[in-house]
T-cell receptor, first 115, second 113 residues
Framework: NAGVMQNPRHLVRRRGQEARLRCSPM?????VYWYRQLPEEGLKFMVY????????ESGMPKERFSAEFPKEGPSILRIQQVVRGDSAAYFC?????????????FGSGTQLSVL | GQQLNQSPQSMFIQEGEDVSMNCTSS?????WLWYKQDPGEGPVLLIA?????ELTSNGRLTAQFGITRKDSFLNISASIPSDVGIYFC?????????????FGQGTRLTINP
């Protein structure tokens, strides 16, 4: 009963390094969403992807952040040249898609700490 | 963009008490979802509402889709320690691109044994 799998659970990076966060959606789900959560706050939408396509990246910072969901393998959220303000919990969610399917299923998140 | 406002922001109650929280929006939503987040974990879907006026239960949890489509309520009866966590409402937003879920800021529930 594999749910949404994210790894690593915890990631420590020094300022200027790159962070790569991985997400494998639930079996049968072809839509992936990435959210960011700062302490004591709600989840903020970053990007919505389908296989090999970015559908909506309106919540993603214009610089240093990128996301992909290749034909094979997990979705990757990549943060280049990390800064302290990037420290947050990053959650991936998946859905089977379709106009009527609005429910998202979330992974356990990756806690990114930038030193 | 579309925003969801949850109240109260936090609640401190005694075990066994009933809990009520709500979520409001300035714009209409056609779906309301309620999630619960435990510390260090991702949100877990509790209840989904698809029709104005709909009342749906999941065990001790009951949620209602407001008639105006601009609000939703979540009630928890006879609270127990494992109900501790943060409760988020969410709804689909189409502002700025494709449809995706937007979340309220959460209601943090603390239970005194």
């Amino acid at each position: 009963n594999a749910g949404v799998m994210q790894n690593p659970r915890h990631l420590v990076r020094r300022r200027g390094q790159e962070a790569r966060l991985r997400c494998s959606p639930m079996k049968g789900h072809s839509h992936v969403y990435w959210y960011r959560q700062l302490p004591e706050e709600g989840l903020k939408f970053m990007v919505y992807l389908q296989k090999e396509n970015i559908i909506d990246e309106s919540g993603m910072p214009k610089e240093r952040f990128s996301a992909e969901f290749p034909k094979e393998g997990p979705s990757i959220l990549r943060i280049q040249q990390v800064v302290r303000g990037d420290s947050a919990a990053y959650f991936c969610a998946s859905s089977p898609g379709g106009r009527t399917e609005k429910k998202l299923f979330f992974g356990s998140g990756t806690q990114l700490s930038v030193l | 963009g579309q925003q969801l406002n949850q109240s109260p922001q936090s609640m401190f109650i005694q075990e066994g008490e009933d809990v009520s929280m709500n979520c409001t929006s300035s714009s209409i939503f056609n779906t309301w979802l309620w999630y619960k987040q435990d510390p260090g974990e991702g949100p877990v879907l509790l209840i989904a509402l698809y029709k104005a006026g709909e009342l749906t239960s999941n065990g001790r949890l009951t949620a209602q889709f407001g008639i105006t489509r601009k609000d939703s309520f979540l009630n928890i009866s006879a609270s127990i320690p494992s109900d501790v966590g943060i409760y988020f409402c969410a709804g689909p937003s189409t502002s700025q691109g494709a449809q995706k879920l937007v979340f309220g800021q959460g209601t943090r529930l603390t239970i005194n044994p």
